[in-house]
Structures are given as structure tokens and as C-alpha cells.
């Protein structure tokens, strides 16, 4: 099971903190990621990490203003928002596969969470 928290509402220019933690054996061994649906739109990827945070991919609308990490002993992976702009107002998904190699493809992810809403707006 994955719970996301840290959403809300933030001015174009601010940051957020999105977290997600996770119980039973969604975790371990496991490539996370975060994934956004925008209001009207299809979900799409935002940023991917593997077990041992040797490998992060990020999506070209967040490259640069956004960090995915990682902490295993805590089950809990992050996603750093900076400058945040209005395009980035979506549902926050975290998910999860049970794979060592990340990836931006949503289908090949087995479990996820029940969304965070962000909304950037001034």
C-alpha cells in the first residue's frame, strides 16, 4: 500500500514536498516513481528512482526543478517541487514495480497510491 501526503495549494515560484510512504512488501527491492494527472489531461511521468538511488530519470517539464529520493529504512520516497509553475497543478501519483530498472512507462508499475492533489496558482 502506498499513502501519499504534502499537497496543496502554492504560488507560481514556490515549492513543495510530496511524500509517500509504504507498508507491506511494496518497498523493498522495488523501483519507485512519481507519475501526474492535469486537470482534463492524461496521467503522464514525472521522475523515477531505482532501490539503490543510483539511477533517477525525469520527465523534460520537470527536469532541473524537481528531485525524487529515496529512504529505505523509513519505506518513504520524496519528490522536491521548486519553482513551481501553473502547468504543474495535477493529482501526484506515487507507484511502484517490482524491477530494478526505472522506468517512464506508467503500465509496467503494479501498485499506486491514491493521489495528492498539487495546485499552483496565484
Known amino acids: 500500500q502506498l499513502v501519499e501526503s504534502g499537497g496543496g495549494l502554492v504560488q507560481p515560484g514556490g515549492s513543495l514536498r510530496l511524500s509517500c510512504a509504504a507498508s507491506?512488501?511494496?518497498?523493498?527491492?522495488?523501483?519507485m516513481a512519481w507519475f501526474r494527472q492535469p486537470p482534463g489531461k492524461e496521467r503522464e511521468f514525472v521522475a523515477t528512482?531505482?532501490?539503490?538511488?543510483?539511477?533517477?530519470y525525469y520527465s523534460e517539464a520537470v527536469q532541473g526543478r524537481f528531485t525524487i529520493a529515496r529512504d529505505n529504512d523509513k519505506r518513504t520516497v520524496d519528490q522536491e517541487m521548486n519553482s513551481l509553475k501553473v502547468e504543474d497543478t495535477a493529482v501526484y501519483y506515487c507507484?511502484?514495480?517490482?524491477?530494478?530498472?526505472?522506468?517512464?512507462?506508467?503500465?509496467?508499475?503494479?501498485?499506486w497510491g491514491q493521489g495528492t492533489q498539487v495546485t499552483v496558482s496565484s
Open positions: 528512482i531505482n532501490y539503490e538511488s543510483t539511477i533517477k
Open positions: 507507484a511502484g514495480r517490482f524491477d530494478t530498472h526505472p522506468t517512464a512507462r506508467g503500465s509496467t508499475y503494479q501498485y
Open positions: 507491506g512488501s511494496t518497498f523493498s527491492g522495488s523501483v
